[in-house]
């Protein structure tokens, strides 16, 4: 597990952010949840809870949803209290207790995995063979 007391901010913190997305990178106000790791880097799990110059359809798709952000993408600790924070971070646990055989060890609460595509050789070598085995090939 990630040791939360070497991190610059805290679970429980809300921060200033930077959301990347198609239009361009906008501000957010978020509360972090949990520690993440994003394409090897250090990462925060936000509860979005802001999103500066904004408009009904990106409210409709960021707002009060979940969402990993690089920790050098956010600017700052805001020195407020989110109303509903207790609530957010009691159903975004950082890790559940599992008792198995060899003792009680600690689990994290959320892994997530992304399949990546990967080329298939036989069907390259397919492609590759095919316009060798045609019998009748104009020259």
Request: charged fraction near 20%.
């Given at each position: 597990?990630?040791?939360?007391?070497?991190l610059n901010?805290k679970?429980?913190d809300l921060?200033?952010?930077k959301?990347?997305?198609?239009?361009?990178?906008?501000?957010?106000?978020?509360l972090?949840?949990?520690?993440?790791?994003?394409?090897?880097?250090?990462a925060r799990?936000?509860?979005?809870?802001?999103?500066k110059?904004s408009t009904?359809?990106?409210?409709t798709?960021?707002l009060?949803?979940?969402?990993i952000?690089?920790?050098?993408?956010?600017?700052?600790?805001l020195?407020?209290v989110?109303?509903?924070?207790?609530?957010l971070?009691?159903?975004?646990?950082?890790?559940?207790?599992?008792?198995?055989?060899?003792?009680l060890?600690e689990?994290?609460?959320?892994m997530?995995r992304?399949?990546?595509?990967?080329?298939?050789?036989?069907?390259?070598?397919?492609v590759a063979?095919?316009?060798e085995?045609?019998q009748?090939a104009?020259?």
């Open positions: 597990m990630i040791d939360e007391s070497a901010y679970r429980g921060v200033e952010f959301l990347n997305l198609g239009g361009g990178p906008k501000d957010c106000v978020g972090i949840l949990n520690t993440a790791v994003l394409f090897g880097r250090a799990q936000l509860w979005i809870v802001e999103i110059d009904p359809a990106l409210d798709a960021w009060n949803k979940k969402h952000v690089h920790e050098t993408d956010i600017f700052c600790g020195p407020a989110f109303i509903g924070r207790e609530t971070l009691r159903e975004n646990p950082v890790c559940f207790p599992v008792r198995n055989m060899h003792g060890s689990a994290p609460a959320v997530v992304v399949a990546l595509p990967v080329a298939r050789n036989d069907v390259v070598l397919e063979q095919e316009p085995s045609i009748n104009p020259e």
